[in-house]
Each structure stands twice: as C-alpha cells, then as structure tokens.
C-alpha cells in the first residue's frame, strides 16, 4: 500500500512539473505572438507614412521616377503578407534603403525640404521608426526566453511532445548598425541643382590651367664668352 501511494505521489509530481513547464512555454510563445502583433501595427503605419511621404514628393519631383517607382516596389513587397518574421525584416531593410535614396534625392529640392507636410511626415515616421526599434528589441528577447526553453532539458521535451517550436527573430540588417549608404554612382562627380532652382547667376569656375610638361620648359639660353 504504501508503495503505491508513494509511486501515485511521484506520478502526481511529474505531471505537476510537466503541466508547469507545458504552461511556461505556452505563455512565452502567446508572448511573442503578441509582442509581433506591436511590430506588426507599427510596420503597417511606417508603410502608410512612407506612401504620404512619396506622394508629397511626387508634387516637387516628379521626374524622379525611378527612384519613386523603387520606393513604391519595396513598399509593396514590405507589406505583402504571409511572410515570417524574418522574410519580413528582410524585405524592411530593402524599403529602408529605398527610402534612403528617396530622401537624399528631396535634399536637393529647398522647396519640398520646407514644405510643413513633408517635414510632418519625417517626423512622424522618424517616431515609428523609433517605436519600431523598441518593440523589435522587446520581441527578440522575448523570442530568446522561448528558443532557450524549446532547446534546454527538460523544457525540450515537453516542447517536443506539444509541438512547440522555435520562433524566428526580427533582425533588420543595416537598419541600425549602420547608417544607410545613398551612393548614385557618382561618388566624385559634381551635381547640379534641379533646372528650376539653377539660376544665370550661377558661378562658372574656369578650367585649370594646364601645367608645362617637362618637354614645355626650354632652357636659358648661354651669352656667348666677350
């Protein structure tokens, strides 16, 4: 009798500490669903603001196709759904570098660089960048506690058994541990203002002249001896 009573004590146990591990582990991962949905409705705003932004340089330059229409693809390719936290951080540091290009082409237009819309829209987006960033750090610590537990012994067996698996972190790569690089192939080259903003008064610099080669310079010509 007291066999049994002390082997129904230890299955009791054991059930105890699976269902406490099994509930662990399932309230880190409703963790980490949540904390992707904070991220989530912070992607979805950047991407509205990001449309706004290339509307409103669309009114100052709209020749600039090219790199409207890149914004544009990226923006779209960022907001397609179905994709995976990482798939997702990938096509984010594409519209960032799109985006990059887009605002040092505005540099170049003192117009839309004073227009009230357009400096609104930088700081509404310079604040969900900001947002972005924070719950991105809160989300892949809170994907961290969960892979820890889904790996280590014995959570790993109880993850095995209920199917609970590893969650994939958010790295925007070149989002924040570089600043983005906006090089249009002409690194040395001299670009002009916008036609419209290039006046008469502009001034010209002259050539430099062109430097006595070595074949150039004669020599001083020897006085005969008196």
Do not use: C
Request: no cysteine.
């Amino acid at each position: 009798m007291k066999a049994l009573i002390i082997v129904l004590v230890i299955i009791v146990l054991l059930v105890l500490v699976v269902v406490g591990i099994y509930n662990g582990l399932i309230k880190l991962r409703n963790n980490v669903e949540e904390s992707w949905r904070q991220i989530d409705v912070e992607l979805k705003r950047r991407h509205d603001l990001i449309g706004n932004l290339v509307e409103t340089v669309k009114g100052y330059a709209a020749h600039e196709r090219g790199t409207l229409e890149d914004v544009m693809k990226a923006r779209s390719a960022a907001m397609a759904g179905g994709q995976s936290p990482g798939q997702q951080a990938q096509s984010e540091g594409i519209l960032t570098q799109a985006l990059g290009r887009l605002i040092a082409v505005a540099e170049a237009y003192p117009d839309l660089k004073a227009n009230q819309n357009f400096l609104a829209l930088q700081a509404e987006l310079t604040g969900t960048e900001d947002r972005i960033a924070s719950a991105r750090r809160y989300y892949n610590a809170v994907v961290k506690d969960l892979n820890t537990k889904v790996e280590t012994v014995p959570s790993n067996i109880i993850a095995g058994l209920f199917n609970v698996k590893r969650a994939e972190y958010f790295e925007v790569e070149g989002a924040e541990r570089d600043p983005v690089k906006v090089d249009f192939g002409q690194t040395n080259a001299t670009i002009p203002p916008p036609q419209s903003y290039a006046g008469s008064d502009v001034p010209q610099v002259a050539p430099p002249a062109p430097s006595q080669t070595q074949s150039q310079i004669q020599p001083p010509t020897e006085q005969p001896p008196a």
